[in-house]
């Protein structure tokens, strides 16, 4: 009877065993179908966040692309001279309108500075505005100065430069556009000479001259001035 008792108890013992065993490898297949799904679901989204990078990538890459053609479209058929300076005064790149204008190459622009290429007397002119554009106390600036041709012809323009930053906010480098303004100078020496000229024959004339409006009323301003 004992042994009966034993045999029967070992019995339920192993099929209560048998039956956790079996309970736990059907828990064990569910969760690892669980997980083999997530991780099905996770490689999908992982593939389409790298998908949609490499679109963004591409499309960032397209409109780079895109913008430095642009750039450097304008930058070669400008009517203005433009000019990339370092943050020290050194040309790093200088278009067709800037070589026509200054006589030289773009090696040779790269080769000096733009103090070089300044007349002596001008060389002062606007450094306090370029240490301030440096340093970022100003964006931009507008000054006219002479330069000096290759050839020693010295020649007026007129400058703007503007500091272009890099993606951190950090100063990349200087654009200077250039504008030939020689023949506005010329011509506006010529007019007050000629005007110098009227007023020293007008003020010393033997004879009375009147100078009258379209109204037929003296000129005002030549009256203000005291002609």
């Keep these: 009877g004992i042994a009966a008792l034993v045999s029967g108890g070992f019995r339920w013992r192993l099929n209560s065993i048998r039956e956790q065993n079996l309970h736990l490898e059907t828990e064990v297949a569910e969760r690892t179908?669980?997980?083999?799904e997530t991780n099905k679901l996770l490689e999908k989204e992982v593939e389409q966040r790298k998908r949609a990078e490499t679109e963004l990538e591409k499309r960032a890459a397209e409109e780079l692309q895109q913008s430095e053609e642009r750039f450097r479209a304008t930058f070669e058929n400008s009517a203005?001279?433009?000019?990339?300076?370092t943050l020290d005064g050194h040309v790093l790149r200088a278009n067709p309108a800037v070589?026509?204008?200054?006589?030289?190459s773009e090696e040779e622009l790269q080769?000096?500075?733009?103090?070089?290429?300044?007349?002596a007397e001008d060389r002062?002119?606007?450094?306090?505005?370029?240490?301030?554009?440096?340093?970022?106390?100003?964006?931009?600036y507008q000054i006219q100065k002479r330069y000096v041709r290759k050839n020693g012809e010295v020649f007026w323009a007129q400058v703007t430069l503007s500091v272009v930053h890099d993606a951190q906010g950090k100063h990349e480098y200087v654009v200077a556009m250039l504008e030939d303004i020689e023949e506005q100078k010329r011509n506006l020496a010529?007019?007050?000479?000629?005007?110098?000229?009227?007023?020293?024959m007008f003020d010393t004339a033997a004879v009375g001259i009147t100078l009258l409006a379209p109204d037929r009323?003296?000129?005002?301003?030549?009256?203000?001035c005291g002609v």
């Design 124 to 140: 002062n002119i606007g450094m306090d505005l370029f240490t301030e554009l440096v340093e970022g106390k100003r964006d931009t």
């Design 99 to 104: 070589c026509k204008m200054s006589g030289y």
């Design 111 to 119: 080769a000096r500075t733009d103090d070089e290429n300044t007349y």
């Design 80 to 85: 203005i001279g433009i000019a990339l300076l």
């Design 190 to 200: 010529s007019l007050q000479e000629s005007e110098a000229r009227f007023r020293a």
């Design 33 to 36: 179908t669980e997980l083999k």
């Design 217 to 224: 009323h003296p000129d005002r301003a030549l009256l203000e």
